[in-house]
Nanobody, 115 residues
Framework: VQLVESGGGLVQPGGSLRLSCAAS????????MRWYRQAPGQERELVAT????????DYAASVKGRFTISRDNAKNTLFLQMNSLKPEDTAVYYC?????????WGQGTHVTVSS
């Protein structure tokens, strides 16, 4: 099982980034997928959730209206479009796949929002 995040980097406040998470080794299309983030010295927090078929999404209040989670089940890939980025969005972003007792994590991708 592998989850590989990409797309992080340094961006100025107000800018945009699109994160990707490439999945392999499990039945991606049957899993609810989530993006989490962890800022330095803080606990990991849930950012966004998308159901297996992509029909339902949910967001943390801090990112609602700015971030969009999506998935391409044909390509086993999860996305997070991040717009209007703020310095407080700086964190390591992780994708997560969870179903029943199965719980998989990627290694994370760094996002830094700074001028």
């Amino acid at each position: 099982v592998q989850l590989v995040e990409s797309g992080g980097g340094l961006v100025q406040p107000g800018g945009s980034l699109r994160l990707s998470c490439a999945a392999s080794g499990f039945s991606f299309s049957t899993y609810t997928m989530r993006w989490y983030r962890q800022a330095p010295g803080q606990e990991r927090e849930l950012v966004a959730t998308i159901t297996s078929g992509g029909g339902s999404t949910d967001y943390a209040a801090s990112v609602k209206g700015r971030f969009t989670i999506s998935r391409d089940n044909a390509k086993n890939t999860l996305f997070l479009q991040m717009n209007s980025l703020k310095p407080e969005d700086t964190a390591v972003y992780y994708c997560n796949a969870r179903k029943v007792v199965f719980d998989y994590w990627g290694q994370g991708t760094h996002v830094t929002v700074s001028s």
